[in-house]
T-cell receptor, first 114, second 118 residues
Framework: NAGVMQNPRHLVRRRGQEARLRCSPM?????VYWYRQLPEEGLKFMVY????????ESGMPKERFSAEFPKEGPSILRIQQVVRGDSAAYFC????????????FGPGTRLLVL | DQQVKQNSPSLSVQEGRISILNCDYT??????FLWYKKYPAEGPTFLIS?????DKNEDGRFTVFLNKSAKHLSLHIVPSQPGDSAVYFC?????????????????FGQGTILTVHP
């Protein structure tokens, strides 16, 4: 999982601010997945993207959350007007193809909303 | 709706003995299963996987068993080592399209904390 890069590793925001989380997939990987882990819980799927396309966003909250994976640059998970319940660890994973290939995870971004 | 369940929050094992971690699932459409290990403040690390057409897959000290009729899988670690102490997650996935050529999200269990004592 060392190949998937996420930044920042830690992010502190006050309620109502915006949070931007970045993910650079492993070299050669064009599929990106975002997961969220709330305290004392397992990882929950949020969104699956390929370059310039959202493939599956069934796990994304309907409001305030958005994700993109532009042609150039990292994938971005954006949370607008953060609330305390958004405090969690956000993990990005990547795979080479959208097959049963293993998803490799980054180290995560720990978001704390004050 | 918890489609993948790990009913044991924790497991404590002596070094050198076998660790058995269990996982149950409810969705019969799942056809590929994975185990990940996670240390604190790090991302999950892939351990081993198994397709639903198999009932066993082995990789070194790690073996995964799948019982499709019971919708149950288990991870065996033999022999257990102190460095194996971590949180273990099982995950499942299913085809995202009718042709079965595309997969997407992983559905994770809640995790089991394994502690291996020297």
């Amino acid at each position: 999982n060392a190949g998937v890069m996420q930044n920042p590793r830690h992010l502190v925001r006050r309620r109502g601010q915006e949070a931007r989380l970045r993910c650079s997939p492993m070299k050669g990987h064009s599929h990106v997945y975002w997961y969220r882990q709330l305290p004392e819980e397992g990882l929950k799927f949020m969104v699956y993207l390929q370059k310039e396309n959202i493939i599956d966003e069934s796990g994304m909250p309907k409001e305030r959350f958005s994700a993109e994976f532009p042609k150039e640059g990292p994938s971005i998970l954006r949370i607008q007007q953060v609330v305390r319940g958004d405090s969690a660890a956000y993990f990005c994973a990547s795979s080479k193809r959208g097959t049963r290939e293993t998803q490799y995870f980054g180290p995560g971004t720990r978001l704390l909303v004050l | 709706d918890q489609q993948v369940k790990q009913n044991s929050p924790s497991l404590s094992v002596q070094e050198g003995r076998i660790s058995i971690l269990n996982c149950d699932y409810t969705n019969s459409m799942f056809d590929y299963f994975l185990w990940y290990k996670k240390y604190p403040a790090e991302g999950p690390t892939f351990l081993i996987s198994i397709s639903s057409i198999k009932d066993k897959n082995e990789d070194g000290r790690f073996t995964v068993f799948l019982n499709k009729s019971a919708k149950h899988l288990s991870l065996h670690i033999v022999p257990s080592q102190p460095g194996d102490s971590a949180v273990y997650f099982c995950a499942a996935t299913r085809p995202a399209n009718a042709g079965g050529t595309s997969y997407g999200k992983l559905t994770f269990g809640q995790g089991t904390i394994l502690t291996v004592h020297p």
